[in-house]
C-alpha cells in the first residue's frame, strides 16, 4: 500500500464518512432530507436545494455502463503501469452517475449497458477506490502479475546512468564543455536498438538537458557500417504479446524520441552508414541530419507488414514533401543514397565522405559558439510555428520569446554601446556582421 505512487485523494471532513466506509467495502451516496435528490460525490449542502440537512445511505454497488473510454497511451507516467485501461461512466442503480474505472477484464470486452459491480482497491490506510468490475463471472481477468508487466528497468537490467551505459557512449568536449556526442555503441550489430539501448538513450537525453556548459548534441554511431538499422532482432519475440508491443511502442519508443525532440538543445544527427527503419526514426527526431555520401537509408517496417512506429509515419510527412514520404513508407527499400534522400529535401546536407568528419565538425563548432539560450528559443519558435500552430499563434511565441532574450544582460549591454557615435556604430555593425558570417 505504501509504494501506491499514484495521486491520493485529500479527505475533507464532509468526505470523511464516504472514504471510512470505502475500506470497509461499501459505497455510500447522500440523501437530501429536504428534497429527496441523491446526491455523488460527497457535498457539504445539497446542490438542489441548498439544505445541508443530508443522510447517508450504502449504494448496492450494482450498476450499468453508460459510456466508456479506453486509455491507450498519454497518460501520466506513474499511471503507465496501467496501460490500456478503461476510463467509464456508470449509472448506479440507485440513479447517480459517477466516472469511474473499469477493472478486472479485458477492456475488448467493455460493452455501453454492461452490468457491472462495485469492487475496491485499497490505496492508503484511508480509503480505497472504488472501481467496478463485470457483473458476468466469465468476463472477468485478474490483472496481469508484476513478472508480466515487468517494469522499463527491469527489461533493460541494471541501472542506467553514464558510469553503466552498456550500448552507448557518452561524452562531453568541445570548447568549454559545449558539445556532447552520443554514441550508439553497439557496431557488432550495427548499432541495432534493443532494451537497455532505447533506455540509455532515454537517460542520456533527459541527463544532457540539465548539463548547463552543453550547446549541442551529436548523436552517431560507432563504426563505420552503420548509424542504426533499428530494432535488434533480439526484441521481436518479445513484441507478440499485446502489452509488451504496446510497451515497445508507447514506453521505449515515445520516450526516446520525445527525449531527443524535447531536448532543450541543438541535437545533430550524424548518419555515418546505414540509417533504416528506427534508425531513421531516430534521426526524425532530431534537430539537423548531416549524412556520408555513402549512407544508405530507409523505413524497411512495412517488409514485416508493419509501419514506422517509433515516429517515423507521423514525422516523416512532416519532415519533407508528402509525395516522396509515401515512396519512402510505402517501397521499404533500404537504398536509397543520402544523395536521393537530400534531393527528396529529407537531410540537412550531404558531405563526401573523406570531408565528413571536418565538414560536421565545422557546423558543431560553429553552432555550439552560439548563445545556448537563443538556440534554444529559436528551436521552441520554429517547433511551434512548424507543428499545427497558427501564424498569429506562433508570431506571438517570436515575439515574446526574442523579447525575452533582449533583456539579458550581455544583449542589454550590447544594445547600450550602439549609444555611441555613427562612426562607431558603422564599424561595430560591421563587426558583428563579420561575427555571423564566420562559419
Ligand atoms: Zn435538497
Known amino acids: 500500500m505504501t509504494d501506491y505512487q499514484k495521486p491520493i485523494p485529500?479527505?475533507?471532513?464532509?468526505?470523511?464518512?464516504?472514504?471510512?466506509?470505502?475500506?470497509?467495502?461499501?459505497?455510500?451516496?447522500?440523501?437530501?432530507?429536504d428534497c429527496h435528490s441523491m446526491i455523488f460525490f460527497p457535498k457539504k449542502v445539497c446542490p438542489e436545494c441548498w439544505s445541508d440537512n443530508l443522510c447517508w445511505q450504502e449504494a448496492s454497488g450494482k450498476a450499468q455502463v453508460y459510456t466508456y473510454t479506453t486509455q491507450m497511451d498519454m497518460v501520466e507516467p506513474k499511471f503507465r503501469a496501467d496501460l490500456p485501461y478503461v476510463i467509464a461512466m456508470v449509472d448506479l442503480e440507485e440513479g447517480i452517475r459517477m466516472t469511474t474505472r473499469i477493472v478486472n477484464c479485458n477492456p475488448e470486452d467493455v460493452t455501453i449497458g454492461m452490468n457491472v459491480h462495485v469492487v475496491f482497491e485499497d490505496i492508503s490506510p484511508e480509503c480505497s477506490l472504488p472501481m467496478f468490475q463485470p457483473a458476468d463471472e466469465t468476463l472477468r481477468r485478474l490483472p496481469p502479475c508484476i513478472d508480466e508487466c515487468e517494469s522499463l528497468a527491469t527489461r533493460s537490467g541494471s541501472p542506467v546512468s553514464p558510469d553503466t551505459y552498456e550500448t552507448i557512449i557518452y561524452d562531453i568536449g568541445g570548447k568549454n564543455g559545449a558539445v556532447c556526442t552520443i554514441?550508439?555503441?553497439?557496431?557488432?550489430?550495427?548499432?541495432?536498438?534493443?532494451y537497455r539501448m532505447a533506455a540509455e538513450l532515454i537517460d542520456a537525453f533527459r541527463r544532457v538537458r540539465d548539463e548547463s556548459s552543453v550547446g549541442v548534441v551529436v548523436l552517431t554511431g560507432a563504426g563505420e557500417k552503420a548509424f542504426c538499422t533499428g530494432g535488434d532482432l533480439e526484441i521481436f519475440p518479445s513484441l507478440c504479446e499485446h502489452k509488451s508491443s504496446l510497451n515497445w511502442l508507447s514506453h521505449e519508443g515515445l520516450d526516446v524520441q520525445r527525449a531527443i525532440s524535447g531536448c532543450e538543445k541543438v541535437v545533430i544527427c550524424k548518419i555515418n552508414g546505414h540509417c533504416l527503419a528506427g534508425g531513421l526514426e531516430l534521426a526524425l527526431s532530431c534537430d539537423l541530419i548531416y549524412a556520408r555520401e555513402s549512407a544508405m537509408m530507409g523505413a524497411t517496417e512495412i517488409n514485416m507488414g508493419l509501419l514506422p512506429g517509433?515516429?517515423?509515419?507521423?514525422?516523416?510527412?512532416?519532415?519533407?514533401p508528402i509525395f516522396r514520404a509515401r515512396e519512402i513508407i510505402f517501397s521499404g527499400r533500404k537504398d536509397y543514397p543520402a544523395k536521393d534522400m537530400y534531393d527528396m529535401g529529407l537531410l540537412t546536407?550531404?558531405?563526401?565522405?573523406?570531408?565528413?568528419?571536418?565538414?560536421?565538425?565545422?557546423?558543431?563548432?560553429?553552432?555550439?559558439?552560439?548563445?545556448?539560450?537563443?538556440?534554444?528559443?529559436?528551436?521552441?519558435?520554429?517547433?511551434?510555428?512548424?507543428?499545427?500552430?497558427?501564424?498569429?499563434?506562433?508570431?506571438?511565441?517570436?515575439?515574446?520569446?526574442?523579447?525575452?532574450?533582449?533583456?539579458?544582460?550581455?544583449?542589454?549591454?550590447?544594445?547600450?554601446?550602439?549609444?555611441?557615435?555613427?562612426?562607431?556604430?558603422?564599424?561595430?555593425?560591421?563587426?558583428?556582421?563579420?561575427?555571423?558570417?564566420?562559419?
Open 10 to 33: 485529500a479527505i475533507q471532513p464532509w468526505t470523511r464518512e464516504f472514504w471510512n466506509a470505502t475500506k470497509q467495502g461499501k459505497l455510500l451516496i447522500q440523501k437530501c432530507q
Open 183 to 194: 554514441t550508439l555503441n553497439r557496431p557488432s550489430k550495427y548499432n541495432a536498438i534493443n
Open 310 to 320: 517509433w515516429g517515423g509515419t507521423a514525422r516523416l510527412p512532416r519532415s519533407m
Open 349 to 439: 546536407r550531404v558531405f563526401k565522405d573523406d570531408e565528413f568528419e571536418e565538414q560536421v565538425e565545422t557546423v558543431v563548432k560553429n553552432i555550439a559558439s552560439k548563445k545556448p539560450e537563443a538556440l534554444r528559443m529559436g528551436k521552441e519558435i520554429m517547433a511551434r510555428s512548424v507543428d499545427g500552430c497558427d501564424i498569429e499563434t506562433a508570431l506571438s511565441v517570436e515575439r515574446n520569446g526574442i523579447q525575452w532574450l533582449t533583456y539579458a544582460p550581455d544583449v542589454q549591454k550590447m544594445m547600450e554601446g550602439f549609444r555611441q557615435k555613427p562612426s562607431d556604430l558603422l564599424a561595430r555593425q560591421k563587426e558583428t556582421n563579420l561575427r555571423s558570417d564566420n562559419k
